[in-house]
């Protein structure tokens, strides 16, 4: 049996976002219309040296910058989160223009499992 959890959809018309947090047997709809599964890219796509995650380990926890070539963060372009994953969590922090493309959170290096990152303009990115 496939898992859902944590999957991501988004709405093809509005735009909204909905996280799998809890497995249910129903679909996702809105706007009238099922909502689209976002696939996560992870390298052989075009743009990955600006959006494949960079994660390091801090004496805090650990660091995670976008792209080997650091994102650009203007307004119709930028990060809008980032994510960590491990077994028994998920944090996010998210960023506005202006900011820089990095954050770093406290949770071991060693437990992460997993960084998102999503880009306004060209979606759902992950590192494993």
Same mark, same amino acid.
């Given at each position: ?48 040296? *600006? ?13 995670? *910058? ?46 992460? *499992? ?6 306004? *303009? ?7």
């Amino acid at each position: 049996m496939r898992t859902r959890m944590l999957e991501l959809y988004e709405c093809d018309k509005c735009k909204q976002m909905v996280l799998i947090v809890q497995e249910g047997p129903g679909s996702l709809v809105c706007c009238d219309q099922p909502m689209i599964q976002m696939q996560e890219k992870s390298g052989a796509e075009e743009g990955k040296e *600006k959006h494949i995650p960079v994660v390091e380990k801090t004496e805090k926890g650990t660091r995670v *910058k976008v792209g080997s070539i650091p994102h650009p963060m203007v307004d119709d372009h930028f990060i809008q989160w980032i994510e960590v994953i491990g077994d028994s969590f998920l944090q996010t922090e998210t960023l506005k223009p202006g900011e820089n493309p990095e954050k770093e959170f406290c949770v071991p290096f060693e437990k992460v *499992k997993k960084v998102r990152i999503f880009c306004n *303009k060209h979606g759902f990115w992950i590192k494993k």
